[in-house]
């Protein structure tokens, strides 16, 4: 069926729909621009109660104003690449060597720097962990606010401990490793978070700016 019209067949149309229907000029030059403007479609759909078919209202059981959306946080068991549950050899992490021997192994396998955060309990208890970036082989990105963001919405943390890799190996904390640390530990001041320990994780071994006296932290705060 065609659905298009030329100007003549176009006028004798609006010409005939006035002597048939008696309705208004203005209205139907309304319709017959609308009716134009979809090329005059010869299967126009009705409307009903004076409203267009393509209109939306509201359900009448709908309450009034905007809606406020809720925040949910959940957890789940961590998982290694293949989707099995990972397991450690204790939550209880209450110095570097034991922070490094439990959490170490999380970041043994990346080929890229991981940096992660470990949101631990009064008695130094790991209750949550979270991979915050991943950059290079040689670099990461961290962003200093999001550090902070595990330890706020995980219950019962009044501490975190970080960490980060070197793929290359060696663990020794580079002059952006200690100016990071250095801006970490005045944020965790302000948010009355403890920064018990940042951990470097090489091959087999660590750096712990705890045990290097980089942290002015009071022992009993930190990891001993």
Known sequence: MRDWFSVSEFATKLAAEIAAHRTSFAALLTNAASGEACALRADRRPTSEGRSFMSNPKPSGEPAGLRVREFVCAFRPL????????????????SPQAAFTALGPLLAHESVEVFAVACLSTRHRVLSWHVLSRGTRSATSVSLPDVFVPACLTPGTTGILVLHNHPSGDPTASP????????LEQAATILDIALLDHL?????????????????????????
């Open 79 to 94: 998982r290694d690449v293949d989707g099995r549950p990972v397991a450690v050899p204790t939550l209880y992490v209450d």
């Open 176 to 183: 952006d490793d200690v100016q990071l640390t250095r801006r």
């Open 200 to 224: 470097i994780v090489g091959d087999g071994r660590y750096f712990s700016f705890r045990e290097a006296g980089a942290l002015g932290a009071s022992p009993s705060e930190g990891l001993r």
